[in-house]
């Protein structure tokens, strides 16, 4: 079975550091795997995707993550967070052998000023 | 483009009684998908359909009913609800099964 964890309920950082919110993965084969992000009152939005090739994804807004198979970890991350980035992280994957994408439970992000 | 469209935004219900929810795409998507958010659960998959006329149980089928009658929409039933089922619920869709996931913007849900 899959399962996808968030082990922080909630991550909070200063205005201008580094920010990182963790995912770890447990899927058969070779993982596909998702960051979305949900800001109140709204629906998840697609921030990036790893399926295969380098391990450091680049997605929007300045976010990326890195791969790491042996870790079974895929981490998002950003150089310099904004207040604005404050909001709801998941987690998401599947392998290809699988009907459905699994979620993790989610990670609040608060970008202090 | 619109994306994707559910109603309605809100609903309150009495136990037992029933209602549907609809989600409606625009993009041609084959896949549709109906979540359920609860507190620290993250997404539960509740019932997918991978085209027009197919429909298919995820995570948390019980007491939901789908149907996909039309490629553009999803649409979700509660015959009776419980207060189990007070819950924020989401649609999506995708092109292809491991592509990425397109969400309307929920719906809140209550049974009392």
């Known amino acids: 079975a899959q399962s996808v964890a968030q082990p922080e309920d909630q991550v909070n950082v200063a205005e201008g550091n580094p920010l990182t919110v963790k995912c770890t993965y447990s899927?058969?084969?070779?993982?596909?795997l998702f960051w979305y992000v949900q800001y109140p009152n709204r629906g998840l939005q697609f921030l990036l995707k790893?399926?295969?090739?380098?391990?450091l994804v680049k997605g929007s807004y300045g976010f990326e993550a890195e791969f790491n198979k042996s870790q079974t970890s895929f981490h998002l991350k950003k150089p310099s967070a904004l207040v604005s980035d404050s909001a709801l992280y998941f987690c998401?994957?599947?392998?290809?052998?699988?009907?459905?994408?699994?979620f993790g439970s989610g990670t609040q992000l608060t970008v202090l000023p | 483009n619109a994306g994707v469209t559910q109603t309605p935004k809100f609903r309150v219900l009495k136990t037992g009684q029933s209602m549907t929810l609809l989600c409606a795409q625009d993009?041609?998507?084959?896949?549709m998908y109906w979540y359920r958010q609860d507190p620290g659960m993250g997404l539960r998959l509740i019932h997918y359909?991978?085209?027009?006329?197919?429909?298919a149980k995820g995570e948390v089928p019980d007491g939901y009913n789908v149907s996909r009658l039309k490629k553009q929409n999803f649409l979700l039933g509660l015959e009776s609800a419980a207060p189990s089922q007070t819950s924020v619920y989401f649609c999506?869709?995708?092109?292809?099964?491991?592509?990425?996931?397109?969400f309307g913007s929920g719906t809140q849900l209550s049974v009392l």
């Open positions: 790893y399926i295969t090739g380098d391990n």
């Open positions: 998401a994957a599947f392998s290809g052998s699988a009907r459905q994408l699994t």
């Open positions: 899927v058969s084969g070779n993982p596909y």
């Open positions: 359909s991978v085209g027009e006329g197919t429909t």
């Open positions: 999506a869709s995708s092109y292809l099964r491991n592509e990425k996931l397109f």
């Open positions: 993009m041609n998507h084959e896949y």
